[in-house]
């Protein structure tokens, strides 16, 4: 009964956070060129495995669905759905990488991360929001799929792979969890 009750309380706080942090920064958490600074939990899914899987997959749906109403006048399903899917995917890759011994292996799921909701967000993204066929970039002119997968891509290396795996080994060393 104590592990079920430690892993609802894990899931129940992250959901919250993750939820909390994309809706009170909206304005940097949507769109196609977005710096979701909720994402820089992800990573803590190396350490709390599956339960925090599950709590920033909810916290998501219900940050999208909030945020579609808020933003928008109204959510997407896509949105909900495919954002929620993308995150219990990167979450449950990066525990099976990172939970193995190695800073290495760690930085390596955190990178997964960012690819998996990179190409899941930023394919339906594009679609999702009417974007133009095209977008003039640094005088690059990238079609537009391409421009939203790439903002997607800088903007989850930033708050994964930058905020989120300093999050990661700042509580790894907080709780006192060594390499085996």
Same mark, same amino acid.
Do not use: H
């Given at each position: 009964?104590?592990?079920? $009750? ?17 809706? $009170?920064?909206?304005?940097? &958490? ?22 925090? /899987? ?8 219900? +940050?999208?669905?909030?945020?579609? =109403? ?5 959510? &997407? ?8 899917? /993308? ?21 390596? /799921?955190?990178?997964?991360?960012? +690819?998996?909701?990179? =190409? ?13 066929? &095209? ?6 002119? =990238? ?22 795996? $300093? =999050? ?9 969890? $060594?390499?085996?």
């Amino acid at each position: 009964m104590e592990g079920r $009750t430690k892993s609802l309380a894990v899931s129940s706080v992250l959901a919250s956070l993750y939820a909390v942090l994309v809706v $009170t920064l909206a304005p940097l &958490s949507f769109l196609p060129f977005q710096i979701r600074v909720a994402d820089a939990l992800l990573p803590l899914s190396i350490i709390l495995g599956m339960p925090a /899987a599950y709590g920033l997959s909810i916290g998501c749906a219900v +940050a999208n669905y909030a945020g579609g =109403l808020i933003l928008f006048g109204g959510a &997407s399903i896509i949105d909900v759905t495919g954002g929620a899917l /993308a995150n219990f995917l990167a979450c449950y890759l990066a525990w099976l990488i990172g939970r193995r011994s190695g800073v290495k292996r760690r930085f390596a /799921a955190t990178l997964i991360q960012t +690819a998996t909701i990179t =190409l899941i967000v930023g394919g339906y993204l594009w679609v999702l929001v009417g974007m133009p066929s &095209s977008y003039n970039i640094f005088g690059l002119d =990238l079609p537009g799929p391409l421009a939203v997968i790439l903002g997607v891509a800088i903007g989850s290396v930033i708050a994964i792979n930058i905020m989120g795996f $300093t =999050l990661e080994e700042a509580v790894r060393k907080a709780l006192y969890i $060594t390499d085996k």
